[in-house]
């Protein structure tokens, strides 16, 4: 490492770790970041994955390049288990371990299945590549198992897509089924009637993209039932088997394939840390992102949880805590003061289909965010995902896969083609994809 300043270890290659990471280095700090993935992943563009808009390699970005083109960043594939804050150690599941001047914890957090019964084994969450190709994977399978079907006993037959969770994740994904089922599996199916694939969006509260404004919330609401999407607001579920879900209230839904953007919580191994938890078993950080307790040990992102102010668990607050952090520990370094972190809330967005969006954005000299909808908010939201992606290469190939959809809208060549399994094979292959990281040997 060509750097001189001291050494940083830094937990997840996310939003977080990333820029963290980036500016540590910039400032002479020698910095060792670890992912259990081999790549960082781009999560807001994950349901593109999951419905044959973009390919997995689209949204990942190799952890190798991004320390090479980073001198004084080396990086480590491997999944962090503990860390001991009195030998300034961290430990990864292989047994290696490794010392630190100063950690930043940036892991994100995990799906949250609220132990309802029968959902981790039957539900498809997605939050990272293995699982958004496990949701592809068991969509089309779904769709050429029903292809298959004598067409008499499909003729009794509808097939049901549910997705649960109406906030961002979720209406993204069902937005995208619903295109999928008008515009794709006409050409793809011509077997198949699409008006008998159905697409449901369950919502335990009583709006879709809860943190947004209210007219917003209509419009997205609106879209989505124009796009023929079943929403059901105020639902709850209370349980899921092979090919059920059964409502609190005790009405059940056919489910062919059941897709889960429900909820988020901490990893239960970061449960164990012995660090001071706050809601959702986020890490307690202070004004100054420094973990409670800790001199040492900073915290950023979707693990973390600033006291007497929860910011919300998304791209921006991860990023902007992340260079934060890196100038406190440089501070630090230098016997100089920590500064409070001030964040800058440039708005928020979510995407329903081809020309239709939702966007709240922060302009300087207005106290409330600009409201946008339709395309001027779809074209928004394309320019500011293909800005964030990391890696040229990913960004022109995410615009061309993405605007070859778009200029060949209802042409037969709609879809990436991945491969075809159940869901319960899809969510095994992708769950051993996981955990595969750490078998190397
Ligand atoms: C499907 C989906 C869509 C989203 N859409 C949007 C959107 O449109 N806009 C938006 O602003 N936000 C969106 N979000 C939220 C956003 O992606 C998160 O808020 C953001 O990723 C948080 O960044 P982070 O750095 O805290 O964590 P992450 O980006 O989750 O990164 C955590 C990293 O830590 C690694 N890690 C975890 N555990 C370990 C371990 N034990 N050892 C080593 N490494 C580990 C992971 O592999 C991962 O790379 C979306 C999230 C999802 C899941």
Known sequence: MVNQGPHVVVIGAGFAGIQASRELARQGCRVTLIDRHPYNTFQPLLYQVATGGLNPGDVTYSLRNFAGKHPGVRFICGTVTAIDPDLRTVRLEDGRTLDYEYLVLGFGVTVNFFGLPGVAENALPMYTRAQAIACRDAVFGRLEHYAAMPAEERAGKDLHIVVVGGGATGVEMAGSLAEMRSTGVPNMYPELDRKRVKVHLIEAGPVLLGPFDHQLQEYTYDEMVKRDVDVRLNTSVAEIDAAHIILKGGEVIESDVVIWGAGVGAYDWARGLGLELGRGGRIVVDQMLRVKGQDRIF?????????????????????????????????????????????????????????????????????????????????????????????????????????????????????????????????????ETESGADQLS
């Open 299 to 431: 915290a950023a992102g979707d693990c973390s949880i600033i006291e007497d102010q929860a910011l919300p668990q998304l791209a921006q607050p991860a990023m902007q805590m992340g260079v934060h952090i890196a100038g406190q520990i440089v501070a630090l370094a230098r016997g100089g003061q920590l500064q409070r972190f001030e964040y800058w809330d440039k708005g928020t967005m979510a995407t329903i289909g081809r020309n239709a969006a939702v966007a709240e954005i922060a302009l300087p000299g207005r106290s409330a965010p600009l409201p946008f909808t339709g395309f001027i908010a779809w074209a928004l939201w394309v320019g500011v995902h293909l800005f964030m992606l990391l890696g040229g290469r990913n960004r022109v190939g995410a615009m061309i896969n993405l605007g070859f959809r778009y200029i060949a809208w209802g042409s037969n060549t709609w879809n990436i083609v991945g491969d075809l399994k159940s869901p319960r094979r899809a969510k095994r292959v992708a769950a």
